[in-house]
């Protein structure tokens, strides 16, 4: 497989069950025991990540490069989060996609993503270099 296997409006859905970790009061003291922003966007980001992953070359990986997000509605702890992303371009090392999520009874968001193709080597030294 590769990225020109794939087309703008291809799409692949993610899910996870919220649990306590997944909850906005495990992030900030007071806050509502709902699934959180932060979750919301990472399973945004690992749904696009893990179904990209399969079509890179050897040696490249995906990194996030844009999010924006619109979340609309809450959900309690114990109910299962569905979020699927939809290509709507892909350009040269750039893919961009629309994603919308749902809980069992509503959706509860949507928005954008951006993820780049880079060689894993070079970033992997890029981030050393930062380290030192």
């Given at each position: ?8 409006g291809?799409?692949a ?6 649990q306590?970790e ?10 509502p ?15 696009a ?6 079509h890179?070359?050897?040696g ?7 999010m ?9 702890r ?12 892909i ?6 996609f629309?994603w ?8 509860i968001?949507?928005?954008?993503h951006?993820?780049?193709v880079?060689?894993?080597s070079?970033?992997?030294a890029?981030?050393?270099e930062?380290?030192?």
């Amino acid at each position: 497989m590769s990225l020109s296997d794939l087309r703008p409006g291809d799409s692949a859905v993610g899910a996870l069950v919220v649990q306590t970790e997944h909850l906005a009061s495990a992030i900030t003291a007071g806050a509502p025991e709902a699934f959180s922003t932060p979750a919301l966007v990472a399973l945004v980001e690992r749904t696009a990540a893990e179904w990209l992953k399969a079509h890179l070359a050897p040696g490249h990986m995906t990194v996030g490069t844009a999010m924006v997000v619109n979340h609309t509605a809450p959900t309690p702890r114990g109910m299962e989060v569905r979020a699927e992303v939809t290509i709507t371009s892909i350009d040269d090392r750039r893919i961009e996609f629309e994603w919308v999520a749902h809980d069992e009874r509503e959706k509860i968001g949507h928005g954008t993503h951006q993820r780049a193709v880079v060689e894993a080597s070079r970033f992997a030294a890029r981030l050393a270099e930062k380290s030192r």
